[in-house]
């Protein structure tokens, strides 16, 4: 996100769960500038369950009497569409389908309305088992996935791309640290399960 910021992009930050000034807060331990990038007019950022979230929606609500997963689904597609985002998080896919009383059926929905826009989207899910696929791995172009291991020594954290579609990938898990500037990974260090 912050990368498109720089690059002079609309970018859009949705949760259900934090507030923006929990989201500059963190970010802002990381030398990459995120406090003044979220002040720039190309971030948005949406609690859904906070009365700004809401009210934010419903300018785009079209009224009748479709469910209330369309409803949502059509507000933040219209909301998305409407400010021309280039891209588009949403933390997390976990309270997302909270939203959604017939799980993955709306959530699939959901995703293939997401995929008619021209946003790039990211989707935070959290997950225990890596081998246990949901509805966004299947419908996704691309998936990493973070891993954190408890050993004898102290946690061990890897990335692993398990899929991206158009590209060769590399599907070892990589050695991953968090520095002041980000994320960072080392290509030549694989992490030994």
Not at 32 to 56: C, Q, W, Y
Not at 118 to 144: K, N, Q, R, W
């Amino acid at each position: 996100m912050a990368e498109g910021l720089r690059n002079g992009e609309q970018c859009m930050y949705i949760t259900m769960h934090e507030t923006e000034e929990e989201l500059i807060n963190d970010m802002s331990s990381f030398d990459f500038g995120f406090e003044t990038l979220a002040n720039s007019d190309g971030f948005r950022f949406i609690n859904l369950v906070s009365p700004k979230g809401k009210h934010m929606l419903n300018q785009f609500s079209k009224g009748g009497s479709t469910s209330s997963v369309q409803s949502l689904t059509d507000k933040i597609v219209a909301f998305v569409n409407s400010r021309q985002v280039d891209r588009l998080v949403i933390d997390s896919t976990m309270l997302l389908r909270l939203f959604f009383a017939n799980g993955s059926e709306e959530m699939t929905r959901f995703l293939t309305a997401l995929k008619q826009g021209d946003a790039t989207t990211l989707l935070i899910s959290e997950m225990t088992d890596p081998s246990s696929y949901s509805d966004e791995h299947f419908l996704a172009h691309g998936v990493i996935f973070f891993h954190n291991y408890l050993e004898a020594t102290g946690m061990t954290r890897g990335i692993q791309v398990i899929k991206m579609r158009g590209t060769n990938i590399d599907c070892d898990i990589r050695s991953l640290t968090f520095t002041d500037d980000g994320l960072v990974v080392d290509p030549r260090s694989k992490v030994d399960i």
